[in-house]
């Protein structure tokens, strides 16, 4: 089975340099592409337990992904990670830094 602490700390450097590489303004087609991608993600995540939880929180209203726009999608996605940092007794991130950790970069 997968070791879920690499996996997640492989996968969060992939999600956010997604959102780190998303358009600015991102177009409907390409809201809509992310939408599905984030949909499928939660359905096939290697974690199952992670997966799941994932799932709920992505379609439960008042934290469904938000896609509109980089800055949009980065603070989106920078609270889901957070939500996960809580579950699992991480410290939560400041997520006015997130473009700074992934798209400026600085040494973790
Ligand atoms: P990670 O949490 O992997 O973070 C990597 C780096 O991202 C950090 O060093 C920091 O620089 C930066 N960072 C931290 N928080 C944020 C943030 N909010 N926004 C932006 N950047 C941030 N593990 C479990 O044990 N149980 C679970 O249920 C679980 N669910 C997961 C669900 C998903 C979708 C993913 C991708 C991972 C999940 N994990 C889960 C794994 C877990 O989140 C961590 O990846 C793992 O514990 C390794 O933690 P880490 O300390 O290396 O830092």
């Known amino acids: 089975p997968p070791d ?20 600015v303004t991102a177009s ?3 809201q809509s592409e992310m939408l599905q991608f984030l ?4 359905k096939i995540y290697p974690c199952w337990f ?5 799932k709920t ?3 439960k209203e008042e934290t469904k992904p938000k ?8 603070r989106w996605l920078c609270e889901a990670h ?3 940092n809580r579950k699992v007794g991480k410290k ?17």
């Open 92 to 108: 939560e991130f400041d997520c006015g830094l997130w473009r700074e950790r992934w798209k400026d970069g600085w040494d973790d």
């Open 67 to 74: 896609v509109k726009t980089q800055e949009e999608f980065g």
């Open 82 to 84: 957070n939500e996960v």
């Open 39 to 42: 949909t499928i993600f939660s």
């Open 28 to 30: 409907t087609t390409q």
């Open 4 to 23: 879920v602490t690499e996996l997640g700390r492989s996968t969060w450097t992939f999600l956010h340099s997604l959102a780190a590489t998303y358009p």
């Open 50 to 54: 992670c997966a799941k939880d994932f």
């Open 57 to 59: 929180y992505i379609e």
